[in-house]
């Protein structure tokens, strides 16, 4: 099995980002119009809570939300919340793993398909009725010999290695 630094796979790649796509239909056309390696393309997902009932509460008492990303794409990276709140604690879950969004820049989800991964914004306080909050992520479609390579090697990242499908600490 090969070993592969991410930071040096993808520094070497030919990347273009779409402004035009909105999601993964969209990305692909302009990928294979380009011809290029990897196109990026960002997307933004709206929540609205109208009552903390709808939330799930922690061993804390904490309410939280926990947004899972739709896997129609090879990597994530560039994930934002807003609006930011000193009440709002994000983390990020790959499988029973937890992980500071500081700690962690990308998930591969080439790399990891037997691992989910979940954003978890946890309410230090009550939320108010009708809070909005918005996820915006960066996504990544690269060509099949690239995914393929991914998938068949050893892949570490600054925080994480991706081995045999699972995604793990270093």
């Known amino acids: 099995m090969n070993t592969i630094n991410y930071n040096e796979f993808i ?28 196109v990026t393309y960002n997307t933004t997902n709206k929540f ?10 922690d061993e804390n008492g904490n309410y939280f939300y926990e947004f899972i990303p739709i896997r129609d794409c090879d990597i994530i990276d560039n994930i934002k919340i807003d609006p930011i709140d000193k009440n ?16 962690i820049k990308e998930f591969i989800v080439v790399a990891s398909p ?20 918005f996820v915006h992520l960066r996504n990544y479609i690269m060509d099949s010999e690239l995914r393929t390579k991914l998938r068949m090697s050893k892949l ?11 995604c793990q600490k270093i």
């Open 88 to 103: 709002i604690k994000i983390t990020y879950h790959i499988g029973r793993q937890q992980y500071n969004p500081q700690d």
């Open 156 to 166: 570490i990242t600054d925080s994480n290695i991706y081995e045999y499908g699972v």
């Open 48 to 57: 609205l809570l109208f009552s903390a009932g709808f939330l799930q509460a």
């Open 114 to 133: 037997y691992n989910d991964f979940r954003i978890r914004l946890t309410f230090l306080e009550k939320p108010t009725e009708n809070f909005e909050f």
């Open 11 to 38: 520094k070497n790649l030919t990347i273009k980002h779409c402004n035009t796509a909105k999601n993964f239909q969209s990305a692909l056309e302009y990928y294979v119009q380009e011809r290029i390696n990897m």
